[in-house]
């Protein structure tokens, strides 16, 4: 098991970018799989993208392929995820989760620990 903390988030403008950040502490985190979820006001919490144990396959919900990149660096204990060309609509609190096992599961469900998460809040 592992306890995660997310920092990262704050306030920009539609178009511009954050990179958010997970530490990672307990045992065995490179051999957890990886995700973002993200949960706006009044909505569920949804999938945001997820990364294998040593990054070399990662997955992305549709509105985040082409803006969000996933990373992680086992020697840190850290899981990112990179937002660019940000908008209103991702406005959130963003959630990172580890999952035991070798696939890349997309529902909370699956996802053992958590983080308390950061928010994230796109201006127009």
């Known amino acids: 098991q592992v306890q995660l903390v997310e920092s990262g988030g704050g306030l920009v403008q539609a178009g511009g970018s954050l990179r958010l950040s997970c530490a990672a502490s307990?045992?065995?985190?490179?051999?957890?799989?990886m995700g973002w979820f993200r949960q706006a006001p009044g909505r569920e919490r949804e999938f945001v993208a997820g990364?294998?144990?040593?990054?070399?396959?990662?997955s992305y919900e549709d509105y985040a392929k082409g803006r969000f990149t996933i990373s992680r660096d086992n020697a840190k204990n850290t899981v990112y995820l990179q937002m660019n060309s940000l908008k209103p609509e991702d406005t959130a609190v963003y959630y990172c989760?580890?999952?035991?096992?070798?696939?890349?599961?997309?529902?909370?469900?699956?996802?053992?620990?958590w983080g308390q998460g950061t928010q994230v809040t796109v201006s127009s």
């Open positions: 989760a580890a999952a035991p096992g070798v696939g890349i599961p997309t529902i909370e469900a699956d996802f053992a620990s």
């Open positions: 307990g045992h065995s985190f490179s051999r957890y799989v």
């Open positions: 990364i294998s144990w040593t990054g070399g396959r990662t």
